[in-house]
């Protein structure tokens, strides 16, 4: 690739900052790049990284106020692999400290959380042991801060307690201070969540403690002492090994305002890894979202226009790749790989000065009187028209548990288009209030999803606006008075379009508590459903929902909403409707009996059911064959050609979805022998008198527990042999009702079942996750 450019600065690891910055007497610092940029006089540079690895000491800024109205592109030179990390490099001459444990003296001038061993992150020591395969935390346990294990540790000051929130709603941390008299830790943290809660009882773990330093590959640092520890893995060389510590949060920050923005600059082509966690820094809440944040990422963006972050790469990261924050017009992050980070993905988050009528708790709530009743924003101080596309991002919010991919909260009209997200520990795509909407969402390969938390979406929403209250009499009450209110926030309607999700702990598209004014068409859902709760004005349509279906939750009054046209595999699962919207209808059912269930709450009049005859489910292909019936309610083929990431080098590296089995009640039907996996449980139904006579049951019906596995039916006491006979008073009569019913509740985590064990009936209740 060519750099065209009035201005060329050339930069090399083994440069000297004296000479000029030309190609052949290229500087050594990013730093020093900088401030020839700021003393030029072109209109346009171009800083150009040769080959290797950058450590700058402090955060490079590019600042609007020093570098003018000039054009920048940061780049790396031609293809060459450049990184920029934001740990330091020290050398270290290490001793035995004991029979597992070597010991170096290092003087640091920074506080740190991470060390890296030849570019590999090493786990700081820990309670319970690092498991890959846990799904909470890489590992927990419910007495990481017990008494017992208090006990042991002689000085824990300087050590984290992390934990799950009570509900799965996200995560806190906390920094151990020491101990009390008593002997219990004494703790500060707890504000990266703004849904307050107790700590999960089971789901919490330590580390940083020194005697909790005993598995390979585990390190632990003494400040006072100036030591590091380390307990080598088996075989490696330490004395041939490079040791880095991570130091910086940001390595870029380009900083302006709305009258002088950091403007026309492209960052390309650079790897960037090795910041620091930013979870004991200073957390806002994001209005009456569930999220509070810290405003950094390895890049931030804050009073900017024009700016391009492309064919990057981001990991190995202790929090945000990149931060979009304050006034900010036509962003545009394209083509990059993000992985294996300890927060979000992108960011975009206005200035709360930019609301009106701000309330910050979620039980924070204004009377009408009180509300400032000007639609939108009262001043420009937020990120507007800016673009997420073309990238790949996975693996990330690897310590941060209320992270997403991408996350958009107070902007306007922000796209976010042909992305592919995977492996997320709560959304893949969050949106957390109604300020001031116009996004669109469309194209994105969103799954695995929701992992290590519960009750939310691969897509996600919130709207509790400046009118927003928990109370729906009073919602039904003042928003018949007064409809108006609805859209002072939410002006501009939000579009969620030719996306496939996938979430297995949630929903798969998921408006929460009050999002309004979203258009939800052409999308395929392949687990979780669609859920909207109490929001106003959404019109949802044209979509396919694989092994499940519709969830309206607390629909207020006056919602005018709409769920037309859509092809749905299960009936419906409503949760206290006040009023069935605007219009439900023109729905295709897989069976008579969901259509008919539906029909006694007089929507779908015009509905129809039957095997939807996809050309090839198995395969993912859910174009309808010309003889559907679909076809007679409306239901238009969905264009699922370029949907996910376009790129051939990311599309190549990135992992692919899992398309479930499709199961109608047609395919139990005509399988009644069938084996089915569910939940990591072998079943199967009921079969004749035979099994009647075996199990001592009092039908036919039922589901046969045929093999259990290490599953969490299996560990909340469901056995081999049990035969499944019911749930919460609804009699299971085989897999296709038993699945049914399952994913209307598996938001809750749990589920009721009435059994028959060695001929005796008993009931259990079995975790789901």
Request: one cysteine or more.
């Amino acid at each position: 690739m060519t750099i065209c450019a009035q201005k060329k600065i050339f930069v090399t690891p083994n440069g000297n900052d004296k000479n000029t910055g030309s190609i052949d007497k290229p500087i050594q610092t990013l730093a020093q790049a900088i401030a020839l940029t700021k003393k030029t006089g072109a209109k346009k540079v171009a800083i150009i990284l040769r080959k290797g690895i950058y450590s700058p000491d402090a955060t490079i800024e590019l600042n609007a106020f020093e570098i003018g109205k000039k054009t920048i592109i940061i780049s790396a030179f031609e293809k060459e692999d450049v990184v920029i990390s934001g740990a330091k490099k020290v050398e270290l001459k290490w001793s035995k400290f004991n029979s597992n444990i070597y010991s170096a003296k290092v003087a640091l001038d920074f506080v740190t959380d991470a060390m890296f061993i030849n570019g590999n992150k090493a786990i700081m020591a820990r309670y319970p042991n690092y498991d890959s395969k846990a799904r909470f935390f890489n590992g927990t346990a419910a007495d990481a801060n017990s008494a017992e294990r208090v006990h042991q540790w002689a000085n824990p000051t300087g050590g984290f307690l992390h934990a799950l929130h009570s509900g799965e709603w996200g995560g806190f941390h906390y920094r151990i201070t020491g101990k009390d008299t008593e002997g219990k830790l004494k703790l500060e943290g707890g504000w990266q969540n703004n849904r307050p809660s107790p700590l999960h009882p089971k789901h919490r773990f330590v580390e940083n403690i020194f005697e909790e330093l005993d598995s390979a590959g585990e390190w632990f640092y003494n400040k006072a002492e100036q030591t590091v520890y380390y307990f080598p893995l088996e075989n490696e060389n330490l004395n041939e090994s490079i040791f880095e510590f991570a130091r910086l949060k940001t390595i870029f920050l380009l900083k302006g305002d709305e009258k002088n923005p950091m403007q026309n600059v492209t960052i390309s082509n650079i790897k960037f890894t090795g910041t620091k966690r930013v979870l004991m820094e200073k957390h806002e809440p994001l209005l009456r979202s569930d999220w509070t944040l810290h405003r950094a990422g390895t890049i931030t963006l804050d009073g900017t226009a024009n700016v391009t972050i492309s064919n990057c790469q981001f990991s190995k990261l202790g929090g945000t790749a990149i931060m979009v924050t304050g006034f900010n017009r036509k962003a545009n992050i394209s083509q990059n790989h993000i992985q294996d980070i300890g927060g979000s993905g992108v960011c975009f988050v206005g200035d709360v000065s930019a609301v009106r009528s701000p309330a910050f708790k979620y039980e924070q709530f204004l009377d009408y009187t009180k509300i400032d009743k000007t639609p939108g924003p009262q001043n420009n101080l937020y990120p507007k028209n800016c673009t997420v596309y073309n990238n790949l991002i996975h693996n990330i919010g690897t310590i941060e548990k209320q992270a997403t991919g991408v996350q958009i909260a107070m902007s306007e009209s922000i796209i976010v288009k042909n992305n592919t997200i995977y492996n997320t520990p709560r959304a893949g795509i969050n949106i957390g209030d109604g300020c001031w909407g116009g996004h669109e969402i469309s194209f994105n390969d969103v799954f695995n999803t929701v992992l290590e938390t519960g009750d939310h979406g691969a897509f996600n929403s919130w709207g509790r606006d400046r009118f927003w209250n928990a109370k729906r009499k009073y919602m039904d009450s003042i928003t018949t008075a007064h409809p108006e209110i609805i859209l002072l926030d939410a002006q501009k309607t939000s579009t969620i379009h030719n996306n496939r999700f996938r979430c297995d702990h949630g929903w798969d598209i998921d408006l929460d508590d009050g999002s309004s004014n979203y258009h939800i068409y052409n999308n395929i859902c392949l687990n979780g459903g669609i859920k909207l709760r109490e929001g106003f004005y959404r019109k949802v349509e044209n979509n396919i929902m694989i092994n499940n279906s519709f969830h309206p939750h607390v629909w207020f009054l006056n919602c005018d909403d709409i769920f037309r046209r859509n092809i749905v595999t299960r009936n419906y699962y409503p949760g206290v409707i006040s009023k069935w919207g605007k219009e439900v209808d023109y729905n295709f059912f897989p069976d008579a009996a969901s259509l008919k269930k539906s029909q006694l709450n007089k929507t779908d009049l015009h509905g129809a059911f039957g095997n939807p005859f996809f050309l090839n489910a198995d395969a993912g292909d859910y174009t309808l064959d010309k003889k559907s019936l679909a076809f007679t309610v409306g239901f238009k083929n969905i264009d699922a050609r370029n949907i996910g990431v376009l790129d051939p080098d990311l599309k190549a590296k990135s992992l692919k979805v899992t398309i479930p089995k499709l199961q109608l009640s047609d395919y139990f039907n005509e399988n009644k022998d069938v084996h089915v996996d569910w939940l990591d449980l072998e079943i199967r139904n009921v079969n004749g008198l035979g099994d009647r006579s075996a199990f001592g049951l009092f039908s036919e019906n039922g589901v046969v527990v045929v093999s259990t596995k290490d599953s969490h039916p299996f560990k909340s006491g469901l056995l081999p042999k049990d035969v499944i006979i019911g749930s919460d008073k609804t009699i299971i009569n085989d897999i296709f009702t038993l699945v049914s019913l399952y994913q209307g509740i598996t938001w809750k985590g749990k589920m009721s079942l009435d059994i028959i064990r060695d001929q005796q009936p008993l009931k259990i209740v079995i975790q789901l996750k």
